[in-house]
């Protein structure tokens, strides 16, 4: 269970730290670069702590893709991304793909 928490606070972590680099415009924005760094360093803190109970595979697949879907829906509802029908079957595809590696690795 704990390691459930912990791997929501690096993905969460992440995806703040992702749209803060975002927003940073390259590092020229003091506030939003700290933001960036803080939230990957956090991130990678609450990932060591997962890798301690859970396998590397299965904890980065989870983070790479739940980050990668939940930056790409923020991408298209904060910042005016286009979305289209390619880009809506792959986020379900990185979704699909993440329940399919929790579903290997409980067996």
Do not use: C, H
């Not at 924005?29 to 360093?41: D, E, I, K, T």
């Not at 790409?72 to 880009?87: D, R, S, T």
């Amino acid at each position: 269970m704990a390691a459930a928490v912990f791997l929501a606070l690096a993905i969460a972590s992440e995806v703040v730290g992702t749209v803060a680099l975002n927003v940073s415009d390259g590092f020229s924005r003091p506030v939003p670069a700290a933001v960036s760094v803080l939230g990957y360093v956090l991130s990678f803190g609450f990932l060591a702590v997962v890798l301690k109970q859970l396998d590397v595979g299965l904890v980065y697949a989870i983070w790479a893709g739940a980050g990668t879907a939940a930056v790409a829906v923020i991408g298209v509802l904060a910042f005016g991304e286009p979305m289209n029908a390619v880009k809506a079957v792959s986020i379900i595809a990185i979704v699909a793909g993440v329940a399919g590696l929790n579903l290997a690795g409980a067996g």
